[in-house]
């Protein structure tokens, strides 16, 4: 073998052992970083008085909540308060989400 098509394949070689002794393992490490972090997600949307729409939401709500994400709406969260209006309490439950 010529030495250029030894050294391409040493090359190749040590290429081939990083992607498996460095690269996998570091990849699967941050998948199960981002795994174990908890993510809160507000499902923004229409209301009830819009069916399909509203539908389409809880069912988004409840994908997320199967998927072990902690997944809520707007509505659910208010509380009836003289202190705070909705939309004040939509822009702190906003600023507190992840998404």
Excluded: K
Excluded at 23 to 29: D, K, Q
Excluded at 80 to 97: G, H, I, K, T
Aim: hydrophobic share 40%.
């Amino acid at each position: 073998m010529p030495p250029r098509a030894e050294y391409a394949a040493a090359a190749l070689r040590n290429a081939e052992r990083y992607h498996n002794d460095v690269f996998l393992p570091r990849m699967e490490n941050v998948q199960s970083r981002i795994e174990a972090t908890p993510l809160t997600v507000l499902v923004w949307g229409p209301g009830e008085s819009d069916s399909l729409l509203y539908d389409q939401r809880i069912e988004i709500l409840n994908t997320l909540r199967d998927s072990n994400i902690d997944a809520d709406t707007s509505e659910s969260l208010a509380t009836a308060s003289d202190e705070w209006s909705v939309q004040s309490q939509e822009f702190v439950q906003a600023m507190s989400a992840d998404l």
